[in-house]
């Protein structure tokens, strides 16, 4: 997990053009969810022994803070002074905005979220695809009826026994290959890849920062890992991404990689705090995930609150 490691772009690159050709969504429409198959979801459903549930959201925040300049609107809308009436039939009615790519709440990327030298995924050009009124293909609307599949949880502070990873820690294929092994798990084909770095936890108990300077995330030679074991999702309770970036000249190399070349749809800043305790009582890792964006047919991205259920 260590933060230094930069790539030049001359080797992003060459390692952009291999996960897109080795990765099994690298060149498919619906880019890797084409990986959970009947077959695996029918085993996820078996991963269910206690029939817990639990979130894997974090509570919508609506604070400004230093990593949420623009944080979801909330307000009650009636009734109209907020006093409902001694008599009669009234309802409580609310609306809600988010800026959905925030830094704070979680929320999924589409396929059609990253634009890389002017195409997304799949070499689609992007002014082909995206306008005003949102996005004609690769939408959230490829997952409109959830996806459904093994969940397996890595806990990399967990594994160097510490309560989160700094900002600017980078968490690399051997930390993931020694948390499967440390954890007993192995991830395989179709499974929905949760890395933990402590993000939520340091957030919960030192306060907000600016993370767009300073978080812990993957780094891009992990995705390697993910492309050998042909992951479907990958899933943070940070931004997947480290800052500052490991790449010399661009920002969100794993954002990149995971969604533009290998077809990876990525939840971003979910909350593990009330899973982890579940797993080590249970003495395992794996679970059945559910996830289940809104149905936005043209949107980036949605707010998701992904369950997983032991």
Known sequence: MRTTGELSEAAFRRLYRHLRDTSPGGAAPRGALDTITGDRVRAAVREVRSGRTVSLAAPVNTRTGPDDADPAEHRLTAPADGEPGTSGLEFARDRFAMNIHGDVDSHLDALCHVVYDGTLHGGVPAADVLSPAGASALSVDLA????????????IPRLHGVRWLEPGARVRAEDLAAAEERQGVRVGRGDLLFVRVGHRRRREELGPWDVAAAR???????????????VAVLGGDGNNDSAPSAVQGVGFPVHVLGIHAMGLHLLDYLRFEDLVPLCAWEGRWSFLCVVAPLRLPAATGSPVNPLAIL
């Open 144 to 155: 409109r009826d959830g996806i459904v599949g093994r969940g397996i949880l890595l806990d």
């Open 216 to 230: 812990a995330g993957l780094h891009p030679t992990a995705m390697e890992f993910l492309a050998e074991r042909e």
